[in-house]
């Protein structure tokens, strides 16, 4: 998606946002971890799996916990 914003000086700036990070909380606050693992698994980005990493702790899901800090290479956060 894309956001247009319009300075105070009146130039316009264009982002891109990417639609994965609101995807990714939606399936947490609901407690649907297998597609929350599907999802970070399709997109392959290392921030949306510490997002996921972190959110499975916060929702007691240790398996997802466990899958995602393997994806980011966290050994260490594994042991817990």
Request: glycine share 2%; hydrophobic share 50%; charged share 25%.
């Given at each position: 998606?894309r ?12 982002m ?6 609101s ?11 297998e ?5 970070c698994?399709y997109?392959?980005?290392?921030q949306l ?5 972190a ?12 899958v995602?800090?393997a994806?980011i ?8």
């Amino acid at each position: 998606t894309r956001v247009t914003l319009r300075r105070s000086d009146g130039a316009v700036v264009v982002m891109s946002v990417s639609p994965y990070p609101s995807m990714l909380e939606r399936f947490c606050s609901a407690n649907e971890w297998e597609p929350a693992l599907r999802l970070c698994r399709y997109v392959k980005s290392k921030q949306l799996w510490a997002v996921l990493a972190a959110m499975a702790v916060a929702g007691k899901e240790l398996h997802t916990a466990e899958v995602a800090y393997a994806a980011i290479e966290e050994v260490d956060k594994l042991l817990f």
